[in-house]
């Protein structure tokens, strides 16, 4: 076997080794692409229908409210419930709840919620995303709606 022989067979084994590394990251790359884009939201039958889109300024709109549309307000400020004690709940979330300060992601976590714990649901935000509720500790704070069932 010659030099110019070896050299040959060993430039091939080496393309035929990139061409298929480059063929498996190539395929690796577009399965996790494929795999990591999350599925539709469902869309189940007591869920709230979806606000309905604001309209766009324009030099013809007219400058008074539709009386249908509420005007949008900044704060989400909470509706109380009919009763004023609220009612029994159980969390329902397997992980347990994070307790918060207000109704929204950005505010001050306060405690907890386990699994399976009993609260009293207080009241129900203004969206109804979220529960305010006291703990048999007497703590009271805000919990993602959807995640408490009430008892009887």
Do not use: C, H
Not at 4 to 31: D, E, P, W
Not at 38 to 53: E, G, I, M
Not at 83 to 93: A, K, L
């Amino acid at each position: 076997m010659s030099w110019s022989g070896l050299s040959k067979f060993i430039l091939g084994l080496l393309l035929a080794v990139g061409i298929l590394f480059g063929t498996g990251v190539g395929v690796t790359r577009y399965l996790l692409a494929r795999l990591s884009t999350p599925p539709p939201r469902p869309v189940f039958p007591n869920d709230p229908s979806p606000p309905a889109p604001s309209p766009v300024a324009s030099a013809e709109a007219s400058p008074v409210a539709s009386p249908e549309a509420p005007p949008p307000s900044p704060d989400v400020s909470p509706s109380p419930l009919p009763s004023p004690e609220g009612y029994s709940g159980r969390v329902i979330q397997p992980i347990g709840l994070i307790l918060r300060q207000d109704p929204n992601t950005d505010s001050a976590q306060v405690g907890g919620v386990d699994f399976n714990q009993e609260v009293t649901v207080l009241e129900d935000s203004q969206d109804g995303e979220w529960q305010k509720v006291r703990l048999s500790s007497g703590a009271e704070g805000w919990v993602k709606s959807g995640n408490v069932e009430q008892l009887n």
